[in-house]
C-alpha cells in the first residue's frame, strides 16, 4: 500500500536551484541507481512537456497547469509492502537514506510537509519516530494546512517531544497505535458502505471525497487543482 510524503520550498523561486540541489546529495545518488531518487517539480519539468509531442495539446496544457501550481513541491512515493528490499537495499536503509535526503534539503532550504501526508505516518510505517523527528525539525516545519486542526496539533506536538511518553523507553511502537488502528477500521468501514472514497489533495492537503470506481482526473472543490488519482493519496492507507 502506498503513500505520498509531500513537502514544498517556502519561496517557490528557487524550485530549480533545489532540483539541482537534491540531485548532487550522495544519499539520494543511491536512490536515484534504484529508480527512487527524489526530486522538485521546477521550469525544468514544464519545459519538457512544452517540447512533448506526444500528447493533445489540450492535455499539455493541463499538464503545463498542474506543474505551475506544483512549482517548488516534491510528491514523493513510498510504499510499506513492496517488498523487504527495494534493489538490494534493505527496506529499512532505504527510509533512513531517504531521511537523510530531506534533511539535507532542510539544511539549504526553508521546507514545509504536509503533515496529512500518509507517509509522515504516526504508526511509523515508513520512517521511524526518530528520522520523522529530524526531517521536520522537531514538527516546526509541518504545514498546518488542514481542515482538522487537531489532528495537526498532535502530531506537532508528538514530534515536538511534548508527548514522549506515548513510547516505550526502549523504542517500539506508541500506545496510542490502537487508537489509531480504530480510526483506520473505521475509516474502512465508511468507504465500503458508501463506495465513495475519502482522499486529501496533494495540493492544499484538503479532504476530498470521490466515488469508487470513477474514471479521470479529480478536481479539488478546494483549491481547484485537477490531476489524477495519484495525487489524492487515501486519508488512511
Known sequence: MGAYLICELVDKNQALEADDFVQTIKENQQLMKLGKGVCFV????????????DMTEQHRENLIYIMQKEIGQCHYKVSNIESDDIGGMLMREFY?????????????????YLHTSCALDMSFRFFGFDDMKK????G??????SIDPEAYRDKKETLEGIAINFFPEKGGVMNQDNKIEQQRKMFFQIVEKSNINIVTCGNCGLVVFHKIGREGDICCPHCSIESDLSNFPDLYC
Do not use: P
Open 140 to 145: 516546526k516545519l509541518l504545514s498546518g494546512k
Open 96 to 112: 533512513k537514506t531517504l531521511a537523510k535526503v530531506f534533511i539535507q534539503m532542510n539544511e539549504k532550504f526553508e521546507m514545509k
Open 135 to 138: 526531517m521536520t525539525q522537531n
Open 42 to 53: 521546477c521550469i525544468k519539468d514544464i519545459n519538457e512537456i512544452e517540447q512533448s509531442n
